[in-house]
């Protein structure tokens, strides 16, 4: 099982700041199958990127992934009031053996 | 509009059984896989079970193999999840999830969760 490793925890900024939380996993994910999600208190989560650096439908160009092999970054340039959330990785590489990274808390300082 | 509607979550006791059930519509229910992702009381994401889009192919995460069950009514846009053997560890949100393909990868939909307790 691919375990996947974010960092901080917990990110304390503020607004039009820029954001960058880190994804590590345990093992190469092959073909960069490599997911972020959003999730605000009482809600789904909510696809933000996939394959590490596509932006799915809908997605402001605020937000950008990168990264390849055990290292991945989720960039938000600018925040906005809406953008404070918990973010989590997702691997599909192993499919369907698919985990989570434990999430990063996104907090306005 | 896609749209994933869960029910069935609620109480039940130890070793008990519960049928999850999620309503799709707004898209072509047959091609795409889907899948359960559980949620603990304050905690992080974690894939359960998977299934092809013609129900073929069934996958599960291994703290829950051989107690629960996936499988899919194409003519009823239905998901199911039977569970078995219940433990107190499982209790969670249940999101059900649509698939980006019909491959069990990413989900770019999710139902709004039902929440299974599993206490005495």
């Known amino acids: 099982e691919i375990v996947l490793t974010q960092s901080p925890g917990t990110l304390s900024l503020s607004p039009g700041e820029r954001a960058t939380l880190s994804c590590r996993a345990s093992?190469?994910?092959?073909?960069?199958?490599l997911a972020w999600y959003q999730q605000k208190p009482g809600q789904a989560p909510r696809l933000l990127i996939y394959?590490?650096?596509s932006r799915a439908t809908g997605i402001p160009d605020r937000f950008s992934g990168s990264g390849s092999g055990t290292d991945f970054t989720l960039t938000i340039s600018r925040l906005e009031p809406e953008d404070f959330a918990v973010y989590y990785c997702q691997q599909y590489g192993s499919s369907p053996a698919i985990t989570f990274g434990q999430g990063t808390r996104l907090e306005i300082k | 509009e896609v749209q994933l509607l869960e029910s069935g979550g609620g109480l039940v006791q130890p070793g008990g059984s519960l049928r999850l059930s999620c309503a799709a519509s707004g898209f072509t229910f047959n091609t795409y896989a889907m899948s359960w992702v559980r949620q603990a009381p304050g905690k992080g994401l974690e894939w359960v079970s998977g299934?092809?889009?013609?129900?073929?192919?069934?996958y599960y995460a291994d703290f829950v193999k051989g107690r629960f069950t996936i499988s899919r009514d194409n003519s009823k846009s239905t998901l199911y999840l039977q569970m078995n053997s219940l433990r107190a560890e499982d209790t969670a949100v249940y999101y059900c999830?649509?698939?980006?393909?019909?491959?069990?990868?990413?989900?770019?939909?999710w139902g709004q969760g039902t929440l299974v307790t599993v206490s005495s």
């Open positions: 999830a649509k698939g980006g393909s019909n491959y069990v990868r990413t989900f770019d939909y």
């Open positions: 394959g590490a650096l």
């Open positions: 093992q190469s994910v092959s073909s960069s199958y």
């Open positions: 299934i092809s889009g013609s129900g073929i192919s069934t």
